[in-house]
């Protein structure tokens, strides 16, 4: 027995030292030989989806990303009363560039089972990609039945027309009956409201015989109602829409950035043309928002402007959808 295990010993030291030593250092050098050089893999860019669809109950939801721009911000645009370093403080508490921006345009298609609805029509124009994003999600401009208009600003209305003809041929439009009537009237073809105005005739006037007009509380179709929230424009339109006791708030430009305008609401914002009216109205909506816990989709919010108004001590901020409206 004393015998066998004495000659048994260093058979084993002898197969430890192959796999600990020299064995073990020779196998980086094999692999290295049996390992082909590659070269590195190219950069392919940023990229980022553009369309989301969510379940609304017995609805289809679908947000399209018309296009993004970059720009220096977000002061002066957002936090116009206030200085430079308050903003810029703001933005890196929230890890954002404090010099740098990027806005997003975003369009929205609620499916109802019996119409199909289009709410802003985008950029147009080289700027937007409304109609290439709506083949993506599996639409045609001829599927659309009705077009709802939130506010007469250009990245809302600047998709409506191409080429002189309506993009959208088979539609009704919708919108509200002040925001209309400012736009449209000949006394904004002058002074600060020409440019806006000027759009107004070409995109939205010559389709004021397929218009229905609206105010607070009125009825789109059934589940999609209209809620006013002036102040961005005098006649900005929100519109709630319900199916099946689940609700989403498509709140166009009543916040423009998801913390500028949400964490801060009661600072200016360059393109609010009643800036306290609109300080009041974001207010009131986050409070009902976040009250109620109803989504919110917002046309200026990041991709997909899916989100969720959360309380804070003494403010709110933005949450964005994970999976609460996923089918199942």
Not at 31 to 52: D, H, Y
Not at 137 to 150: N, S
Not at 171 to 196: C, I, K, M, N
């Amino acid at each position: 027995m004393t015998k066998s295990a004495s000659t048994s010993t260093p058979s084993l030291t002898r197969r430890m030292a192959l796999a600990t030593g020299a064995g073990a250092l020779a196998m980086p050098a094999l692999i290295g030989r049996a390992t082909p050089v590659r070269a590195a893999a190219p950069m392919l860019g940023v990229s980022a989806p553009t369309f989301r669809r969510v379940q609304l109950g017995s609805f289809e939801v679908t947000t399209l990303l018309d296009g993004t721009r970059p720009a220096d911000g977000p002061h002066p645009i957002f936090g116009e009363d206030q200085s430079a370093e308050a903003v810029q403080a703001l933005m890196a508490e929230n890890k954002l560039p404090e010099t740098r921006a990027l806005f997003y345009f975003t369009p929205t298609i609620v499916n109802t089972g019996s119409e199909l609805v289009l709410f802003d029509a985008g950029l147009g124009g080289d700027a937007g990609s409304l109609v290439s994003q709506l083949d993506a999600a599996g639409y045609t401009p001829d599927q659309i039945d009705i077009v709802v208009i939130t506010h007469m600003h250009p990245d809302h209305i600047g998709g409506l027309m191409r080429d002189g003809a309506a993009t959208f041929p088979n539609a009704r439009y919708v919108t509200g009956q002040v925001e209309y009537d400012f736009w449209s009237a000949e006394d904004r073809l002058s002074g600060p409201t020409e440019r806006v105005a000027t759009l107004v005739q070409s995109n939205v006037v010559p389709l004021a015989d397929q218009m229905t007009f609206l105010g607070d509380g009125d009825d789109v179709v059934s589940g999609i109602t209209a809620v006013g929230a002036f102040g961005h424009t005098p006649g900005h339109m929100t519109f709630m829409i319900e199916s099946d006791g689940q609700q989403i708030l498509i709140w166009a430009d009543t916040a423009n950035h998801f913390v500028a305008s949400i964490q801060r609401p009661d600072w200016h914002v360059r393109f609010d043309m009643d800036k306290e009216a609109a300080a009041e109205t974001r207010k009131r909506l986050f409070d009902m928002a976040a009250t109620d816990a109803v989504a919110v989709i917002g046309y200026h919010m990041p991709f997909p402007a899916i989100g969720y108004i959360m309380r804070t001590a003494d403010s709110w901020r933005w949450e964005p959808l994970s999976y609460q409206l996923s089918a199942g």
